[in-house]
C-alpha cells in the first residue's frame, strides 16, 4: 500500500469536488492538519473514514485503498463489510479506553494510598509499611498491565485493518 500515492489520490479527489482541505476537515469532523497529513501521506484515515470518504467522493473504497480510480463502482457487499468491519474496530477501541480507565484508576487510587500513608510517616513500620508497599507495587503493575494491553490490543487492531486492505 503506497501511502504517497492515496495521499495524491484524496488531494485529487478533492480538488475535483473544488473544496478546501478546511471543509473536507468539517465534513469529516476532524482537523485541517489530520486532512493535510492524509493528503502529504504522512498518515492514513481510519477504516470507518475510508469508508465515509468513498460515499463523500463517490469512489471505491478499493479506489481509494489503490490510490487510483479503477472502472467498477463500489459493490454494496464490500461496502457493507467495511462497515462492519470499522463498527467492529471502534467497539474494541471503546472497550480498550473503558479497560484502560479501570487500570489507570486502581493505578492511581493505589498511589494516592501510598503517597498518603508515605507522606504522613505511617510507611515506615508495621503492617502499614506493607499496605504503603503493597499499595506501591499494585500502581506500578496497572502502569505496566495497561501498557502490555494496549499493546496487544492495538496489534489485534492493526492485524484486522491489514486483513481488510489487502483481501481482493
Request: overall charge negative.
Amino acid at each position: 500500500m503506497d501511502q504517497q500515492k492515496i495521499g495524491n489520490f484524496l488531494r485529487e479527489l478533492r480538488r475535483e469536488k473544488g473544496i478546501t482541505q478546511e471543509n473536507l476537515a468539517e465534513e469529516m469532523n476532524v482537523s485541517n492538519r489530520t486532512v493535510s497529513r492524509w493528503e502529504t501521506g504522512n498518515n492514513m484515515p481510519d477504516l470507518s473514514v475510508l469508508v465515509e470518504l468513498a460515499d463523500f467522493y463517490d469512489v471505491d473504497i478499493r479506489e481509494l485503498i489503490d490510490g487510483e480510480r479503477k472502472s467498477e463502482s463500489m459493490d454494496k457487499e464490500i461496502k457493507e463489510s467495511m462497515l462492519k468491519a470499522a463498527d467492529y474496530s471502534n467497539e474494541k477501541q471503546k472497550l480498550l479506553i473503558k479497560k484502560l480507565h479501570f487500570f489507570a484508576w486502581i493505578g492511581v487510587i493505589s498511589f494516592v494510598v501510598f503517597l498518603v500513608l508515605e507522606l504522613t510517616g505511617k510507611a515506615d513500620s508495621g503492617i502499614t509499611e506493607d499496605i504503603a508497599t503493597f499499595c506501591l507495587g499494585v500502581s506500578f503493575g496497572m502502569l505496566m498491565v495497561a501498557v502490555i494491553y494496549t499493546s496487544i490490543c492495538i496489534h489485534k487492531i492493526n492485524a484486522v485493518k491489514m486483513k481488510l486492505f489487502n483481501r481482493d
